[in-house]
């Protein structure tokens, strides 16, 4: 299964979908709060520079926020094991 880890603050209606999305494909993520851990703020500068939120990672690739997983998800490319082909863009 790929490893899914999610950036998140309180209050980001992104976030809240984000996580809606993956639940109800049965994908299992790791979240961090970076309000409840913002020791993970610099985890997350240190792994992209995009400040916004949610920031999503597949397998250590920088997938992008809500809009970039509901793309691979209506394209149908949400991992459903360990690959996941780069996302591109236009």
């Known amino acids: 299964m790929a490893t899914i ?3 998140t603050r309180p209050g980001c209606g992104y ?5 809606h999305l993956l639940r109800d494909k049965g994908l299992p993520f790791v979240e ?3 309000y409840q851990n913002p020791q993970q703020v610099y985890a997350l500068r240190g792994r992209t520079d995009k400040r ?3 920031q999503i990672f597949i397998n250590d690739l920088s ?7 509901l793309a691979l998800e209506k394209q149908n490319r949400l991992p459903v094991n ?3 082909e780069p996302y ?3």
């Open 5 to 7: 880890e999610i950036y």
């Open 15 to 19: 976030c809240s979908h984000a996580r």
């Open 32 to 34: 961090y709060d970076v």
């Open 52 to 54: 916004t939120y949610p």
């Open 63 to 69: 997938v992008g926020g809500f809009e970039e997983l």
């Open 82 to 84: 360990d690959r996941l």
């Open 88 to 90: 591109k863009t236009g």
